[in-house]
């Protein structure tokens, strides 16, 4: 990076899964996301009656100008993103994220596009575990770069997150037992008279899809075992 003027360009999309932790005073919350950049703060607008269960939308994009930075400001620079809990008197942290400026800027077009990350909360007794997920894009540009549109991303992914290196993973196997289908439709009637149809189950978790054997049958019932 070359010293001189710099923009940071953050669109924060989504957060789930978000542990208020075990003092939480209920189980619904209002939440902001703040952003801090080299002293700078910005936040989001505030979503009302979120549960641990709820997938907030912030849809919220947050500019910081950085001016007359030296390559050392730059390359000491840490973008830091919390989710709190909106309180009367003062917010509380449900987790946060953590990144160098060089990372993003060192990224294909100085943009990283649709990600979920995975936060910690560093003031909890456990800070190895997960607090909850965050989306997002974000884009730093100079005077001589092209700045990129980041958009809010319409598909209903479920996408692997970023880990930070403090989590320490928990492998866990699901596994489902499909029995039986009944009232299934017979396809095909007026053509071939009895009708049949190829039955299968398809599961999605994880962005994986997982499908069962193709069962035909000429009843409106399929046992899958």
Same mark, same amino acid.
């Given at each position: 990076?070359?010293?001189?003027? @710099? =923009?940071?360009?953050?669109?924060?999309?989504?957060?789930?899964?978000?542990?208020?932790?075990?003092?939480?005073?209920?189980? =619904?919350?209002?939440?902001?996301?703040?952003?801090?950049?080299?002293?700078?703060?910005?936040?989001?607008?505030?979503?009302?009656?979120?549960?641990? *269960?709820?997938?907030?939308?912030?849809?919220?994009? $947050?500019?910081?100008?950085?001016?007359?930075?030296?390559?050392?400001?730059?390359?000491?620079?840490?973008?830091?993103?919390?989710?709190?809990?909106?309180? @009367?008197?003062?917010?509380?942290?449900?987790?946060?994220?953590?990144?160098?400026?060089?990372?993003? @800027?060192?990224?294909?077009?100085?943009?990283?596009?649709?990600?979920?990350?995975?936060?910690?909360?560093?003031?909890?007794?456990?800070?190895?575990?997960?607090?909850? @997920?965050?989306?997002?894009?974000?884009?730093?540009?100079?005077?001589?770069?092209?700045?990129?549109?980041?958009?809010?991303?319409? *598909?209903?992914?479920? *996408?692997?997150?970023? $880990?930070?290196?403090?989590?320490?993973?928990?492998?866990?196997?699901?596994?489902?037992?499909?029995?039986?289908?009944?009232?299934?439709?017979?396809?095909?009637?007026?053509?071939?008279?009895?009708?049949?149809?190829?039955?299968?189950? *398809?599961?999605?978790?994880?962005?994986?899809? $997982?499908?069962?054997?193709? $069962?035909?049958?000429?009843?409106?019932?399929?046992?899958?075992?």
């Amino acid at each position: 990076m070359k010293p001189g003027d @710099y =923009t940071f360009h953050l669109l924060i999309q989504k957060a789930k899964d978000l542990d208020f932790g075990e003092d939480a005073e209920a189980d =619904t919350a209002s939440i902001v996301c703040e952003v801090e950049v080299q002293n700078q703060k910005e936040v989001t607008k505030v979503i009302e009656n979120v549960t641990p *269960s709820t997938v907030a939308n912030f849809d919220s994009h $947050i500019f910081i100008e950085l001016f007359k930075q030296s390559v050392a400001d730059l390359e000491g620079t840490k973008i830091l993103i919390k989710v709190n809990t909106k309180g @009367y008197f003062k917010n509380s942290l449900i987790g946060q994220i953590e990144m160098d400026l060089t990372y993003l @800027y060192n990224l294909e077009n100085h943009t990283n596009q649709h990600t979920w990350f995975a936060m910690i909360n560093p003031n909890s007794e456990d800070f190895s575990s997960v607090a909850g @997920y965050i989306k997002i894009s974000g884009s730093v540009y100079g005077v001589d770069d092209s700045p990129v549109e980041l958009k809010v991303d319409e *598909s209903n992914d479920d *996408s692997a997150a970023v $880990i930070p290196a403090s989590v320490k993973p928990k492998f866990t196997q699901l596994k489902l037992h499909i029995v039986r289908g009944e009232h299934l439709p017979r396809l095909d009637v007026k053509m071939i008279g009895k009708g049949s149809m190829d039955a299968l189950v *398809s599961t999605k978790y994880n962005g994986k899809v $997982i499908k069962t054997k193709c $069962i035909t049958t000429e009843n409106d019932a399929s046992e899958w075992y």
